[in-house]
């Protein structure tokens, strides 16, 4: 998950750079919820591995 966060990342700076400005506004907002997505997951788990052995 935050490979293609990343990814996209990369794609909005290439875009910016050329001029595309919808292209990296999208590929922006795209990297943005990838990297959200992937803390949540991240959090989600890191509690899941505290528990107490049953």
């Known amino acids: 998950m ?3 966060a990343a990814l996209f990342f990369i ?3 290439i875009a910016a750079v050329f001029g595309f400005s919808g ?5 922006a907002g795209i990297a943005q919820i990838l990297f959200i997505i992937f803390l949540f997951v991240f959090v989600v788990f890191l509690f899941m591995g505290r528990r107490p052995p049953v």
Do not use: D, E, K, T
């Open 2 to 4: 935050l490979g293609w």
């Open 11 to 13: 794609i909005a700076i």
């Open 23 to 27: 292209i990296a506004g999208a590929a």
